[in-house]
């Protein structure tokens, strides 16, 4: 039972407040214990994570290629991005991602006319591939690409190959293309979080706007 006296401090708004500190803003960190962060086997190898479906929708690209004179697929596909929904909170918090991101790429062909569609593509109910990108401070340079061809497990690409050395030369956020995620662009624009490789590819007007 508090003491009269420091009852009517507290009421008053008097009491002592030295020793309260206040808290800081409590950031989301993706585990394994939550199902979200990545799974490994016992020889090192990524699960592939089989609920990614649930995770966070980032963004849909249709016939993407970084390579200026690059050959043009047969058929067009969609590229469809998913992020486990604890980095997306943290990213919300901070502009950047968290240790144990995990984000997966999906590759859908793109259909034409069926059912009462009779203009624009649809997305296969099949998938033509499938890519993940990991965060993970004991991985060889904090991230790594997994390519899974319908396997259950998948060891990281070796480094260097191409995708590591694109990603980091031209991603917008800590090696990852922020830049195609519009719901997460402007964020990382407010939090100054762009790094400075694709800064200095996008427009100088927009270079200065982002500082």
């Given at each position: 039972?508090?003491?009269?006296?420091?009852?009517?401090?507290?009421?008053?708004g008097?009491?002592?407040?030295?020793?309260?500190?206040?808290?800081?803003?409590?950031?989301?960190?993706?585990?394994?214990?939550?199902?979200?962060?990545p799974?490994?086997?016992a020889?090192?190898?990524?699960?592939?994570?089989?609920?990614?479906?649930?995770?966070?929708?980032?963004?849909?690209?249709?016939?993407?290629?970084?390579?200026?004179?690059?050959?043009?697929?047969?058929h067009?596909?969609?590229?469809?991005?998913?992020?486990?929904?604890?980095?997306?909170?943290?990213?919300?918090?901070?502009?950047?991602?968290?240790?144990?991101?995990?984000?997966?790429?999906?590759?859908?062909?793109?259909?034409?006319?069926?059912?009462?569609?009779?203009?624009?593509?649809?997305?296969?109910?099949?998938?033509?591939?499938?890519?993940?990108?990991?965060?993970?401070?004991?991985?060889?340079?904090?991230?790594?690409?997994?390519?899974?061809?319908?396997?259950?497990?998948?060891?990281?690409?070796?480094?260097?190959?191409?995708?590591?050395?694109?990603h980091?030369?031209?991603?917008?956020?800590?090696?990852?293309f922020?830049?195609?995620?519009?719901?997460?662009l402007?964020?990382?624009?407010?939090?100054?979080?762009?790094?400075?490789?694709?800064?200095?590819?996008?427009?100088?007007?927009?270079?200065?706007?982002?500082?």
């Amino acid at each position: 039972m508090l003491r009269p006296t420091l009852f009517l401090l507290l009421l008053l708004g008097l009491a002592p407040k030295g020793n309260v500190q206040p808290r800081p803003a409590k950031v989301d960190r993706p585990t394994q214990a939550d199902g979200e962060g990545p799974s490994y086997t016992a020889d090192g190898q990524l699960k592939m994570p089989e609920r990614y479906r649930e995770w966070v929708f980032l963004t849909s690209g249709l016939d993407m290629s970084y390579s200026p004179g690059g050959a043009t697929a047969s058929h067009s596909m969609f590229d469809n991005v998913f992020v486990n929904p604890a980095a997306w909170r943290a990213f919300q918090q901070t502009g950047t991602w968290p240790d144990k991101t995990t984000l997966v790429l999906e590759v859908r062909e793109a259909q034409g006319a069926s059912s009462i569609n009779r203009r624009g593509h649809t997305q296969s109910p099949e998938i033509r591939g499938m890519e993940v990108h990991v965060k993970d401070a004991r991985l060889k340079g904090g991230w790594a690409f997994y390519e899974f061809n319908g396997a259950v497990s998948a060891k990281p690409i070796d480094r260097p190959a191409s995708c590591y050395q694109c990603h980091e030369s031209h991603a917008a956020v800590d090696t990852t293309f922020v830049q195609f995620y519009p719901t997460l662009l402007g964020l990382a624009k407010t939090k100054h979080t762009l790094g400075a490789a694709y800064l200095k590819e996008i427009d100088p007007a927009e270079s200065k706007e982002s500082k």
